[in-house]
């Protein structure tokens, strides 16, 4: 049988000495052509339109832009932890047997992820109309307005509103991990909460870190709806500046530019975060290949 | 083969039951088993073996009937003719009496070989590292895998993952060891590996609950094979008299579908 298929006069089997023409992307190249026509328009019309270059430079490094940028960067780091922290906390109740603590956390996802941020920032910052004074009777007490300074308002509100998303993406962490390392925690007499913290959680963060790299960049910009009760981010700063001297996008284009520099910083860093987290996962994906094979 | 008799039983179970909504799992099963007896659970899949094995460590909930290990009964404190449920925590506190090996071995897969076993007794029984190391490191070498302490179970074969997951079971010294299925998962060339470390801890005089499907290793190493169909014990004694003359029409079928 063999015989007769090679002694047949079929196609010429032995490619090895011809060489291999790579593909030419016609399409590629002048699609490109065309985009580059298009940008060099759009930074030719900024370059003659109304815009004075001048004042963007001389206002990007303004002590207030600065000050402002600091104070961005203080709130985005400050909300984050405390979104985290109460994400992690009401991930952990709402998976809870204990019917109460579920309730709550509920409770606390559906308000906060239910009504919008501005509306809850507001709700903070004015407080005081509500409670003229915090504390507890006869023991302590404290003046509203006095403790819910903008900066504290501002934190209260995005820190409690990025609890109420984190608590949703660690929930789906630990629902990731499979339900048998929770059984093997459980028998070598490991409690729940044990398990949790020493075998789930670890686990769990390869899913939860990429999200939540993700809300950190969003929360940079976030903290500028800040500005509507008077907490002196960058935008908020950089608005006090035009209205003084009229400079309205030459100001804004300071802000944007200083956000996409920190979100770009950050995009970077969540790169290397991401790799780092994924590494257990490859190394399984690579192991299960060479499994299949073998 | 003699098993040592000591003051009562290891394991006593009474008339446990089982429900998974409408479906009976267990239906009035009870067994005896006494200090360092080797028992090998059979049967179809579905037939209430795992459950039941799951129950012994409160795995699963006890719909009815109760558990003694050495004595102790399982999931409850008495107080005068009442019970009470335990906390987590000392449900956790009595789990310590048995080592569990799961079919899909369940290694934890951000720890290292050795990790895994010294996190039992560092983490839960609160001992020294440097002593739980070398505990580990013993074991390690007697499931013979000492030299891949730094591997994590990624990086390790099926085989070689169950046999630490038996060193990990081991390293909380348990009273009794129960195996579910631990060699179902696995490619048949790997079968052996773990099933000679069994046969080295049956003979080291472990009390041990076996369900499995290997009538090979229950006939040599089994001083008592129990038949379980439907939730319930068909027919339990010893490995020559279950596996070669049942008495029972359904384990004749059961034991020709498998060695065909």
Redesign the interface.
Known sequence: MRDTVTSTAGPDYDIGKLSIVKPRHYGRWLAAAAILVILLFIVKAFADGQIAWKVVGQFFTAPAILTGLVNTIIMTACAMLLGITLGVLFAVMVMSPNPVLKGVAVLYIWFFRGTPLILQLLLWFNLALVFPRIGIPDVFSIRTVELITPFVATLLGLGINQGAYTAEVVRSGILSVDSGQTEAASSIGMTRLTALRRIVMPQAMRVIIPPVGNEVISMVKLTSIASVIQYSEILRNAQTIYYANNYVIEMLFVAAIWYLAVVTVLSIGQHFLERYFGKGQRKAVQTERTGALA | MSVAMQNGPMLVARNLKKTFGSFTALEDVSLDINHGEVLCIIGPSGSGKSTFLRCL?Q?ERIDGGAVWIDGELIGYRRSGDRLYPLS??EV??Q??A???V?Q?F?????MTALQNII??PV???RRRRAEAVDEAMTLLERVGLADKRDA?P??L?GGQQQRV?IA??LA?KPKLMLFDEPTSALDPELVGEVLNVMRGLAGSGMTMIVVTHELGFAREVAHRVVFMDRGGIVEAGPPQQILSSPQQARTREFIAAVLN
Request: aromatic share 10%; net charge positive; glycine share 6%.
């Open positions: 460590n795995l987590d925590a956790a506190r789990r310590l048995t080592g569990m799961f899909r369940n290694l934890f897969q951000h996190e039992g983490t839960v029984q994590y990624a990086q074969s997951a990990r079971a909380m």
